[in-house]
């Protein structure tokens, strides 16, 4: 056992952990943030996938002692203090890109890392091959590439987020 | 996965030593493809050295050459400015390796070291004759792959930089297994002032390979119609649920010349 | 008003929790106290198993307790839902699906022993130290082999391997129209075997009271009640009263989350026997060896034409892979859920089908998404394309010539089911002109002129839905009724809270049954809460699947609600000192006709809770009913959709451009979820089409066992995907819904076949099986000459 510190979703942290312990199972089984999922063992689904220092990384492929130090933020962090949701999360309901919810923290966790890393603009073409580490089984993507297409604009300033 | 001692140490010497102490220590980079084994416990290592403090992430170019840092992520080198003017080919290959997430840890050496004969950057090493710097020697492209999983590398012995010699054109075309994303066949063609140099990375039974055949043909013509009526041999074509060796076989002049056709 | 009623796409109630992270599946779930179980599964595909030695294993740190097939002697075997008879009248070959392995192994996963442990990893490393003595026995792998003469046996007791031999329809009305034929065009098909991959892994949680004797079973299924039932009666012996089964949040089910697994019963068990909660969670890997496989046919199909294409006759022989064990419903889909659907949209005049099941060293099949139905879809719609090439008619024509026409319902078929309503040339004409299927050569022009071989392919079906009523499942082998149950509980101040039999496992439930409550009883979303997946709380249900969700758990909700307002409807005339038949009630408001008295909704609830002025001799205090729908018959959905797909020929890449589907659904409560159904089912269409491959070696060993191998569909695979409606509504139940859920994956597969053959027509290639792999199209390519000349 090794005791490591880290910031996770904007909080210091510290946690005991194996050195075999994956960042996921660190993050759900010792902090409680079950929102991280694990739906494969080959580094596939990128169900798991969370931000460790801004960079979009799946947590399943990551061990808990690699992330000492690092600042990590998981999609319970991407909510604000009062409870409103980050863009992304608001396209994803407005556009029903998410069925049973399950692949959905880690398809938004890519897709914010996806449109900030593309502040020139993002055609379909592109978003779907930027989604090739997310596995959706339920909506087909065609409402996940919509929600992503529409966060780019609020996410990038260039409209106002509509207003519900 | 087992258990095994973590160590993360700060400089070369202190990395070698670890490993060197131990037969059943094995380095860790990226881990894209090492933690996915340990996760299936098909390796079992004692301790698990972790080389991402020895500063070994950088790209830079000297000498006419372009020199990674073997700890330098897929997404770095893909980005970097530097790689896009000298060597785009190159950018253009690592930007294509697994997916956004897998090119923000995966690294150049990393991949180098385990050398799986689906991996995209064996390719680009041989077919641009890269020389591949250790702690202790410098390794030739054409001596460092020697079959699918084996290199000339020891094991205690760390590479450090990946040199490459910037040719006059370039380009890697891919042909993606469906399932896993991994090359099923990829080819890297590059011309220099002395003659062209193919690679196949993906298709062959024994890892990457140099195609003897073809890099005659493109030296006399660098043309897509330069490879017409060359063949590959099928006997020494992988097959699996994904595709026949006749299948790759094909594929591998498909890929050539589009390669030769993007390299322009 | 209701703005968000029926026919609103309402913002989904589930989706805040599921984007913040604050979703509640199985393995997010712990227990006090809680223990970790793992599996030891069989590597071998077929072997006597003559020892499990596990004394070395019990020695390891943190081993609570280890348990093999000796230790579930005493316990039922996991059981099968669905009796067929062979044709002889005989019942199919059962055999007993032990919990644990017993005697032999006879899959590439099945279960050995149960490990367990303080964590995981511990029992993971105390599963290495069993020691196994398994001595190999010749494996049978697919249908071909095990139907082989002297095939190795997977169950002693199924001769030949065969589980029943079943027939439907009239053979001899059949032989007649053959003899008739002015042609007879035959095609024989496979339907590819598919691993379902919700992207959410099994898990469980088995837990017992000490004090109470009560067992509770979290674990991710599509229908706790019915697990409940299996488990509790048939394989643990424990009543309903001690044994309750929540299914909370499940990640995609399917068809793969309704069956009674092996593990479910194994930890159930033995947590009462180490008096702690033991938690299982499936790896991905695990998943594929494990989790019933969908498809596996393998079919030679027959149709007999008249010289001016009208179907005479139909005949279809099926071998149906079964798998090694009887999962749940597997008997039910080759039989009742394909083969009764093989009149498609057609009057075909006679049908006549045969399906041997047939037992294998594989990992049970049983239902997929579509279940059976995409089978004679495929089946059917491949025959027909093939059947107007070889008739020189064109692929439009001689599906328009054949339809049922929309003023012959209700259309009995000859075989078996009576379609209540439809209209199939409104959504085939829908689909082509959304399509723009007359402008489709030119693009297949352009196309030509970069080097891509384009085509269009058109498939239209009926499926059939909500297996009904639960006295003609009996008859046809069900061993359970099929009804729904809703319990409407208003309280007193006026919110309501649903509790349905039906499960939502990424169908919106919760915002498409709000939707009904806020239309019949007039109460806003945000006094409304549906309840599910959880026996201690809802009082009995069948749970979700054969996209029933909503035309029986829905009607269920319907005449529940019914029986609210005909109480409210008595409390309102005696409080406005009216006659109960001049009480209207609309919009929420229980008021008196021709007058403006009027009391809303929580008024009387209120009344009913607080009774103080309340006809108290005629009717109970309170406002909570409960409904049990049967329906009358099954719903028929029905649709057409067309596929647009580019070939590469250099490399036989497949890229599928355009994807239309006009479906009719029924009467559609949430048209937002209801394209969402359907994208996600053509995505799994076009997975099965082109990309899925369950693929077994020689020995037995699944090859495709990972997602590095096989080819789950991501986003650069799957283009836009337009969805219509042409709405008829359902004749029997009070909502006119026909269901939506399966739709995708039924109607898709055969167009997108149907793309590619088009595509390659100057190939000569006939026919293509799924999935159509790139090497696939290109050894065609290959193999094939072009034909230009000829076409």
């Given at each position: 056992m090794a005791q490591i510190s880290l910031t996770v979703n904007g909080k210091t942290v510290s946690a005991d952990v194996e050195s075999r312990t994956l960042l996921v199972e660190m993050l759900r089984d010792?902090?409680?943030?079950?929102?991280?999922?694990?739906?494969?063992?080959?580094?596939?689904?990128?169900?798991c996938v969370v931000q460790v220092n801004g960079m979009s990384v799946k947590a399943c492929t990551m061990l808990a002692v690699q992330a000492e130090g690092a600042k990590v933020l998981t999609i319970e962090g991407l909510v604000n203090e009062d409870g409103s949701l980050h863009p992304m999360q608001e396209m994803f309901r407005e556009h029903h890109a998410l069925q049973c919810g399950y692949c959905t923290p880690g398809m938004v966790m890519s897709a914010i890392d996806l449109v900030n890393s593309h502040p020139e603009g993002l055609t379909e073409e592109q978003i779907r091959h930027g989604l090739e580490g997310n596995l959706c089984r339920?909506?087909?993507y065609h409402n996940i590439v919509k929600a992503i297409a529409a966060a780019w604009p609020i996410m990038h300033n260039k409209v106002p987020m509509a207003a519900e | 996965m087992y258990d095994f001692t973590y160590a993360k140490p700060a400089n070369i010497a202190d990395a070698v030593k670890t490993l060197a102490a131990d037969a059943e220590a094995k380095a860790l980079a990226g881990g894209m493809t090492f933690i996915p084994v340990l996760k299936q416990r098909l390796n079992k290592p004692s301790t698990v050295v972790d080389l991402s403090a020895l500063g070994l992430n950088y790209i830079k170019l000297e000498g006419g050459k372009l020199i990674v840092g073997a700890m330098t992520p897929h997404g770095t080198v893909a980005a970097s400015p530097e790689v896009k003017k000298a060597l785009p080919a190159l950018a253009e290959l690592a930007g294509n390796i697994g997916d956004r997430q897998v090119r923000y840890r995966g690294t150049i050496g990393g991949s180098l070291a385990n050398n799986d004969p689906s991996a995209c950057y064996p390719a680009a090493v041989l077919a641009l004759g890269a020389t591949i710097k250790t702690n202790t020697r410098t390794i030739a492209a054409d001596d460092y792959f020697q079959g699918m999983f084996t290199t000339a590398l020891n094991p205690d012995e760390i590479i450090t930089e990946v040199h490459f010699p910037l040719p006059e054109k370039a380009a890697y075309a891919k042909f993606a297994n469906p399932a896993s994303r991994y090359a099923m066949v990829g080819v890297f063609v590059a011309k220099f002032a002395s003659g062209v140099r193919v690679a196949i990375t993906g298709a062959g039974q024994n890892g990457v390979f140099r195609h003897a055949a073809f890099e005659a043909a493109l030296s006399k013509s660098f043309t897509p119609d330069a490879l017409n009526g060359i063949t590959t041999p099928v006997d020494e074509m992988n097959a699996d649920i994904h595709g026949s060796a006749p299948y790759r076989a094909h594929l591998v002049g498909v890929m050539a010349k589009r390669a030769v056709a993007a390299a322009g | 008003m209701v703005v968000d009623g029926i026919g609103a796409s309402v913002k989904r109630k589930e989706d805040l929790r599921f984007l913040s992270g604050r979703g509640n599946y199985v393995d997010d779930m712990n227990r006090p106290g809680q223990a970790y179980g793992h599996f030891l599964r069989s590597d071998v595909p077929h072997g006597k198993l003559n020892k499990v030695d596990i004394s070395a294993a019990l020695k390891k740190p943190g081993v609570i307790a280890i348990y093999t097939g000796d230790d579930f002697a005493a316990v039922g075997g996991v059981p099968c839902g669905w009796q067929i008879h062979s044709k002889d009248g005989s019942p199919m070959v059962e055999p007993r699906h032990p919990v644990l392995a017993a005697g032999k192994v006879r899959h590439v996963g099945d279960p050995i022993a149960l490990v367990v442990a303080e964590t995981k990893q511990q029992a993971k490393d105390a599963a290495e130290a069993i020691i196994l003595d398994i001595e190999s026995l010749p494996a049978v792998a697919n249908l071909t082999a095990a139907l082989a003469p002297n095939a190795a046996l997977v169950h002693d007791e199924a001769k030949g391997n065969i589980c029943f031999d079943w027939h439907i329809g009239d053979k001899a009305a059949v032989e007649a129209g053959f003899a008739k034929a002015h042609k007879i065009v035959r095609l024989d098909l496979t339907n590819n075997r598919l691993v379902p991959n919700a992207m959410e892994p099994r898990a469980a949680i088995g837990d017992y009271d000490v004090s109470s004797g009560e067992y509770t079973l979290y674990t991710t299924s599509q229908n706790p009640h019915v697990i409940r039932l299996l488990m509790g009666a048939f394989v643990l012996g424990i009543p309903e009263h001690k044994l309750r089964v929540v299914a909370p949040d499940v990640g995609g089910g399917f068809g793969s989350k309704i069956f009674h697994y092996a593990e479910e019963a194994a930890l159930t068990w033995a947590a009462a026997k180490v008096k702690r909660p033991i938690k299982w969670t499936a790896d991905r890997t695990e998943a594929f060896i494990t989790d019933a496989h969908g498809r596996d046919h393998i079919s030679v199909a027959e149709l007999a034409l008249d010289a001016e294409g009208h179907f005479l006759a139909l005949k279809v022989d099926t071998q149906a892979n079964m798998g090694a064990y009887l999962s749940t419903f597997a008997p039910s889909v080759p039989t009742y859920l394909s083969a009764t659907l093989l009149a498609g949209v057609y009057k075909t005049a006679a049908i006549y089908a045969e399906v041997k099941a047939v037992f294998t060293n594989t990992v049970p099949v049983d239902a997929y998404r579509g279940a059976g139905r995409p089978e004679a879809t495929f089946l059917l719609e491949r025959i027909v394309d093939v059947a107007a090439r070889e008739m020189n008619m064109d692929r439009v024509e001689i599906r328009k010539k054949n339809f049922i026409p929309k003023d012959a319902f209700p259309y009995q078929t000859p075989i078996a089911l009576q379609y209540d309503s439809g209209d199939y040339l409104a959504t085939f004409d829908g689909a082509l002109k959304a399509a723009d299927y007359a402008g489709f050569e030119a693009r297949r022009k352009a196309a030509a002129a970069k080097g891509k071989l384009r085509g269009i392919g058109i498939s239209t079906y009926v499926e059939a839905c909500g297996i009904a009523p639960s006295a003609v499942a009996g008859a046809l082998?069900?061993?359970?009724?099929?009804y729904e149950v809703a319990n409407i509980r208003v309280h007193p101040t006026g919110s309501v809270t649903v509790f349905t039999g039906a499960h939502s496992h990424g169908q919106g439930h919760e915002t498409t049954f709000a939707q009904l409550v806020s239309e019949q009883l007039g109460v806003p979303h945000d006094m409304i809460d549906i309840v599910h997946g959880d026996t201690g709380k809802v009082p009995f249900g069948m749970g979700t699947y054969g996209s029933r969700s909503l035309s029986v758990g829905g009607s269920a909700m319907v005449k529940a609600m019914d029986k609210i307002i005909d109480k409210g409807k008595k409390i309102a005339a005696h409080l406005m000192e009216a006659?109960?038949?001049?009480i209207e009630f609309k919009d929420g408001k229980f008021s008196v006709v021709g007058t403006d008295k009027a009391k809303s909704f929580g008024e009387i609830a209120l009344t009913a809770y607080v009774p103080h002025n309340y006809p108290i001799e005629e009717l109970e205090p309170g406002l909570e009913e409960t409904a049990f729908y049967d329906p009358k018959n099954f719903t028929y959905p029905g649709g057409c959709h067309i596929c647009e797909v580019e070939i590469d020929p250099d490399t036989g890449v497949t890229q599928v451009i355009n994807f239309t589907a006009v479906d009719d659904v029924g009467r559609v409560i949430n048209p937002m979820i209801v394209e969402g159904q359907v994208q996600g089912g053509v995505a799994q269409g076009i997975g099965q089409a082109l990309l899925e491959h369950a693929i077994y070696d020689e020995s037995g060993q699944l090859l495709s066992g990972s997602m590095m191998d096989y080819t789950m569909p991501r986003a650069d695979n799957i283009p836009n995907i337009f969805v219509g409606t042409e709405t008829t509504l359902c004749t029997h139940n009070p909502l006119g819904s026909k269901g939506v859920g399966e739709v995708g994956a039924i109607g898709s597969p055969p167009a997108v076949i149907n793309a590619v053959v088009d595509a390659l027509r100057d190939y000569g290639v006939r026919h293509v099986d799924m999935p159509a792999t790139a090497a696939k199209i290109w050894s065609l390519i290959d193999a094939n000459q072009p034909k230009m000349a000829a076409e």
């Open positions: 010792k902090l409680h943030l079950t929102g991280t999922h694990v739906g494969c063992d080959t580094s596939q689904c990128g169900a339920c909506t087909g | - | 082998g069900a061993r359970a009724g099929l006659d109960v038949h001049d």
